[in-house]
């Protein structure tokens, strides 16, 4: 999706007004943040996006190698760029609310995403279905206590496209966008990390 529609930014901002903002003190609801590294990584995208889709099974072996490495800090930001995303974000925030781990997130997404790319499944009792079939569990609540964080890193970031990964380094800023700009940056990250350890990098080219 190359251009964030007027939608999304006067969905979002009517979510964000719904909600007090003390709400965002919440620290009982999941965020999908994951690890307190100084390396930190903002991956947007939207699940009615192509190009997400097809990004998105390309991921995991970077996030996991940069996770071993112990320096990540990585937020996984589902931008409501039409009407169903916003309740394909609901769903993957209630299984995040039964358990949230990168791993576990990543597969909840995996899932999402194929349903989306069938462009059939709209309804809540379709994504009722879809976790029943593929036995994951949630727990519905109240997910606007969440949206002003969300709102902080789209403020943040001015994101205008999706996919886009916002990497954070010592204090350095860089964007990417486009699926293989954002897979470039990854593997160069991930050697970057992999060398100064001493160790040789793991990603999928040169994975047994």
């Known amino acids: 999706m190359t251009i964030i529609k007027r939608l999304s930014s006067l969905l979002l ?4 007004l719904t909600v007090p903002f003390q709400a965002a003190a919440n620290h009982t609801a999941p965020f999908p943040e994951y690890g307190q ?6 991956l947007y995208s939207s699940y009615f996006c192509p190009p997400c889709g097809a990004l998105e099974p390309q991921l995991e072996p970077f996030f996991t190698a940069l996770q071993d490495q112990g320096n990540l800090r990585l937020i996984l930001v589902d931008f409501p760029a039409s009407r169903p995303d916003l309740l394909y974000i ?3 925030l209630y299984a995040l609310k039964a358990e949230n781990t ?9 899932v999402l995403f194929e349903a989306a790319g069938t462009r059939e499944l709209l309804s809540e009792a379709d994504l009722k279905a879809l976790f029943a079939d593929n036995n994951i569990a949630y727990v519905p609540f109240d997910t606007r206590v969440l949206h002003p964080r969300f709102n902080e890193l ?6 205008r496209s999706t996919p886009t990964l916002v990497v954070i380094d010592e204090q350095k800023r860089q964007v990417y966008t486009g699926g293989k700009n954002i897979l470039e940056a990854l593997e160069r990250l991930v050697g970057e990390r992999s060398c100064s350890a001493g160790e040789a990098p793991e990603t999928p080219e ?3």
């Open 13 to 16: 901002l009517a979510l964000v």
């Open 37 to 42: 590294g100084a390396l930190e990584l903002r």
């Open 90 to 92: 609901e769903y993957f």
């Open 102 to 110: 990168l791993a576990r997130a990543l597969d909840i997404k995996k």
């Open 154 to 159: 789209l403020q943040e970031d001015q994101v």
């Open 206 to 208: 040169n994975q047994p």
